[in-house]
């Protein structure tokens, strides 16, 4: 309706913005999942004012569970386009210990500001930040590499290995690019 009206009067301005108004109404009607599959599938459409509305709606409010099942592109996207680059205010420091815990200290003050429960008792055997610090890695004896939030300690993502993973590191380059080598010599 408003929409033919638009193209027909050839107002590509006014068309844009109900489409945008269209597309965002439909997505914030959807559940997560559906949400998720959507964006993946805009993605690979390359439909992309559907594409970046779906992802910042993702990002806004899907659970990890439904994140960690994106694919690792899509994730990577939504990451990068979407949560919001991390303004340091105090120099921290992430020490990880035996039991699975991150650690997180100011490294000015040596006052402790935020323990996690990152592997479940499972030695922790490294942590990176991202070299914007927006992330954290670790690499545990579980056999997985986490990718967190370095806001919100959040895990975004869980990378799995078939052995205990030894280390993890970012890219100086690309923020979105980690690398992990388990027990067996086998790097992702």
Known sequence: S???AADYCGAQACKLWV??????DHISNLEPNELRRLTENARAC???PLYEAAGEELAK???????RNASSD???EIV???VEKRQRRIQELAV???????????????????IVDAHSDILIRC?????????IATASSDRTVRLWNADTYACLHILQHDRLVWAVAFSKLNRLVVASCDAAGLCK
């Open 2 to 4: 408003t929409l033919h």
């Open 19 to 24: 489409e945008n108004i269209i597309i965002k």
């Open 46 to 48: 390359h439909a992309d």
């Open 61 to 67: 409010r899907a659970p990890v569970d439904v994140l």
């Open 74 to 76: 899509v994730l990577a």
């Open 80 to 82: 990068d386009r979407h």
């Open 96 to 114: 990880v210990t035996s039991n699975g815990k991150l650690l997180i200290y100011d490294s000015a003050t040596g006052s402790s500001l935020r």
């Open 127 to 135: 942590v990176a930040y991202s070299f914007d610090s927006s992330m």
